[in-house]
């Protein structure tokens, strides 16, 4: 029995996999760990191989033709023979104290026969440069080291939702919602987390800083060029979460005023992406993503539209720009984010 799946997709990762994989070995032989070499030309399948070869049973290298990130979690989903999964990108690591504290709750409910659909712990932001390290936690806005619904979710904070970092799905949740992450993409992450939300019923969060969430280098997707150069994907995934959202009638108020939280975080960020930009052309498709919203659910565009951030990043002309782009800069100073 494999208590967790752990998926590490991995592109030309060959400097920094080792620390990754290294980190999520202290589980055992409950755990397995899926490397994924997703068609890298360095020496990342080598290392891989390396690793199935030194722990059998436990890592597995699975080869095949570069499908970008969303491709290679599809692979480990598919691949993945653990009650629980958890998705963790190979320039990441986690924190080994938190890591048994996980393990020893999920091996619990096991015993137990408790279902756990969505396991929530902290993150870190790990930023390359920066001594003073943003915990991103959830113990004013969640039930703690308590089996909750989405009845018991109280409102989140304007800037704060559930990453991919924050989440440990059950592995048979992710099939049920026939979660399959678009291929060449940057930025499903969001989809990631935000798919498989109407299907969760129970979770349980642990307050332990577990995820180490690595930012700082200029190749990275969250990096500020890289966003406007690949604005149109953070687009196509924002149009991607509007259409998920409006083909569900979301009856389960807690759940769709989460859901309608996240997707106003989207639509600001690709907003922000757009306006920081400056460009024309990104301005425009800013515009055609608010009135896509709209066709596709008045009632959401509405709610989303008329919040304050709503307001903020559709503020008129260059001093409207001007103003959205400060407190950007502000958010980032105080959160940390890239």
């Not at 994924?36 to 360095?42: F, L, M, P």
Request: charged share 25%; with cysteine.
């Amino acid at each position: 029995m494999k208590l967790i799946s752990f998926a590490v997709p991995c592109y030309n990762s060959q400097e920094y996999m080792r620390h990754c994989i290294d980190t999520l070995l202290t589980g055992g032989d409950k755990v397995e760990i899926l490397i994924i070499d997703d068609g890298s030309t360095d020496n990342t399948g080598m290392i891989a191989d390396e690793y199935e070869n030194k722990y059998p049973g436990i890592c597995r290298a699975i080869h095949q033709k570069n499908k970008g990130h969303g491709g290679a979690v599809n692979t480990g989903i598919a691949h993945a023979k653990g009650i629980y999964f958890k998705v963790v990108d190979s320039d990441d690591w986690v924190n080994e104290h938190a890591y048994e504290e996980i393990f020893n709750q999920l091996e619990t409910f096991y015993r137990q026969g408790t279902i756990i659909d969505m396991f929530m712990s902290n993150y870190v932001y790990e930023k390359q440069g920066v001594k003073r390290k943003t915990v991103i936690h959830y113990r004013h806005t969640i039930p703690v080291e308590q089996i909750f619904t989405w009845d018991d979710v109280k409102r989140f904070p304007l800037s704060q939702y559930i990453l991919m970092h924050s989440v440990i799905y059950r592995t048979s949740l992710l099939h049920e919602c026939r979660l399959c992450l678009p291929e060449h993409t940057f930025y499903v992450d969001n989809l990631y987390v935000f798919k498989p939300l109407p299907y969760v019923k129970t979770i349980y969060y642990l307050d332990v800083n577990f995820y180490r969430y690595f930012i700082g280098r200029d190749d990275q997707s969250v990096n500020e060029a890289n966003m406007i150069k690949r604005i149109d994907q953070q687009f196509f995934v924002t149009k991607a979460m509007i259409d998920y959202m409006s083909s569900f009638e979301l009856v389960n108020k807690p759940l769709y005023r989460y859901m309608k939280h996240y997707l106003s975080i989207i639509m600001t960020v690709s907003s922000v992406i757009a306006i920081k930009s400056g460009i024309p052309e990104h301005l425009q498709m800013k515009k055609e993503l608010w009135k896509y919203l709209k066709s596709k659910n008045t009632k959401l565009y509405r709610q989303i539209r008329g919040s304050l951030v709503g307001n903020a990043v559709n503020l008129p002309g260059y001093g409207g720009r001007k103003v959205v782009i400060a407190a950007y800069k502000a958010a980032r100073k105080f959160i940390g984010f890239n």
